[in-house]
């Protein structure tokens, strides 16, 4: 089995680089073959711009989609875009590593999707969801968040965390990956800040031990559901008959006035 981590964070000594090499190690100990990305080392230009096509199908206006899907048809994607998509390609599982920043990932992280993600060659009209690229592949979320679980509750002053990431879950499920569960490593900046050492090495040890158990229990972990090709009308809706899994989707109340 080959899993591919994209690590997003411009320290390798923090604790999110730390993860990742908890998580590459603890696939290898049960016979994974591992690969990373580590975006900033590598300095993986996170924005799109006109310099990266050779050829232009119109070298007078940048229009995104239309260079990628040239680019896709002529096989000149850019070279940095090319190697992740194989990396993605060989891999059975994906898992990105990533902290949350201004409830978002950090940019180097969206462009990383922006570039990779590309029109064509990636995703498109016939091409997406459970007919996507990755389909039959894993994907998987890791992020450490600055507070507690409690304040990424339903009821939380930092937003319900599984709406916060559902952007990101659903850009995976668009390009056909079977999405799991993510693993949030809860409190780790007001670890850092406000306990004492000896609190903060207990709170970040017990973690990585989470880490190192989601590992071995991928099997078993909960896959998040996603509304298939089916399930939505001509006019881009989610039909009437069809199941919605996220308040992002959701059928129309009707009231009845008499």
């Known amino acids: 089995m080959q899993a591919h981590i994209v690590l997003a964070h411009p320290e390798s000594k923090s604790y999110n680089a730390h993860l990742a090499r908890v998580t590459a190690h603890s696939l290898g100990k049960l016979g994974w073959d591992v690969t990373v990305s580590d975006l900033y080392a590598m300095k993986f ?3 799109e711009r006109p310099e990266h096509y ?3 199908k119109n070298i007078d206006r940048f229009d995104v989609q239309a260079e990628q899907k040239f680019a896709s048809d002529r096989g000149s994607i850019p070279s940095a875009v090319t190697a992740e998509i194989a990396r993605l390609d060989n891999a059975d599982l994906l898992i990105i590593q990533y902290p949350m920043w201004w409830h978002l990932p950090p940019a180097m992280l969206k462009g990383w ?3 990779v993600f590309i029109y064509g060659e990636v995703y498109g009209s016939k091409k ?3 007919v996507g690229r990755f389909s039959g592949k894993r994907a998987m979320l890791s992020v450490t968040v600055a507070t507690s679980r409690e304040s990424y509750d339903y009821d939380g002053r930092s937003g319900d965390i599984d709406l916060l990431l559902w952007p990101v ?3 995976l499920a668009y390009v056909g990956y079977t999405v799991m569960a993510p693993f949030v490593a809860y409190g780790v900046e007001a670890g850092l800040r406000y306990s004492a050492e000896s609190v ?5 040890e017990r973690v990585e031990e989470d880490l190192v158990t989601r590992m071995r229990t991928l099997d078993r972990t909960p896959v998040i559901p996603f509304n ?9 809706r989610i039909k009437a008959s069809a199941p919605v899994y996220s308040p992002f989707i959701r059928h129309r109340q009707h009231l009845d006035i008499e």
């Open 45 to 47: 230009d996170p924005c």
């Open 54 to 56: 050779i050829e232009r």
């Open 113 to 115: 999707f922006d570039r």
């Open 128 to 130: 997406r969801f459970e």
């Open 169 to 171: 879950h659903l850009s």
């Open 200 to 204: 903060v090495k207990a709170r970040l």
């Open 228 to 236: 298939r090709m089916s399930d939505w009308g001509e006019d881009g």
